[in-house]
């Protein structure tokens, strides 16, 4: 690396991000649960949901970009997230809560049993946790509470549908009619 390329570095803030979700989000990281809400379902199958994730709701990212840039912190890589990882299952509870459905309606089924884009909810091999410690301790940023954040994004999204859903429920179906054989 060259000297000028040292010293551009040094006048850089890095915003770390978690998973970013919140509305106009373009990868729509809810839809696994969302399409199912939206169609009706009344059960839901995921897998054991431990994967533990940190997330970052799109308006705090902003905000931190903000806070980041009035601050003047120069040479410095802040994690943007919220306080807490969590584990899928509980993002995956708050997501059918937020749009009035019970989390009971979420059924455990074995991870190899899972429609493909319910993934998220089945067994990961490595965690994705960042600590925003730093970020609130310097630039002397807050999140959004989680459960607010959930809410705006899921009635955005609830109300914002993507243009087609082409998927059936056939291996949802085939899912859960396997966890009603086991029991």
């Not at 000028?4 to 649960?33: K, N, P, T």
């Not at 049993?113 to 089945?122: A, C, S, V």
């Not at 082409?166 to 899912?175: H, I, K, M, N, S």
């Amino acid at each position: 690396m060259t000297r000028e390329e040292r010293g551009a570095d040094r006048s850089r803030r890095r915003l770390r991000l978690g998973f970013v979700y919140g509305e106009h989000d373009y990868q729509r990281r809810e839809e696994f649960i969302l399409r199912r809400v939206r169609a009706g379902r009344s059960r839901i199958p995921v897998g054991p949901g431990s994967w533990i994730v940190s997330r970052t709701y799109v308006r705090d990212a902003a905000r931190a970009a903000r806070v980041g840039l009035e601050r003047g912190v120069r040479g410095e890589t802040f994690n943007v997230c919220e306080a807490a990882g969590t584990p899928v299952r509980l993002w995956a509870e708050q997501i059918v809560e937020a749009a009035g459905l019970a989390a009971d309606q979420l059924v455990t089924v074995p991870a190899e049993r899972l429609p493909p884009d319910l993934w998220p909810t089945g067994l990961a091999g490595q965690h994705l946790f960042l600590d925003s410690r730093r970020t609130r301790e310097i630039l002397l940023w807050q999140e959004t509470e989680t459960e607010a954040a959930v809410r705006a994004s899921v009635r955005w999204h609830l109300a914002h549908p993507p243009p087609a859903e082409t998927d059936g429920f056939e291996l949802d179906d085939q899912a859960l009619a396997g966890q009603e054989a086991s029991l």
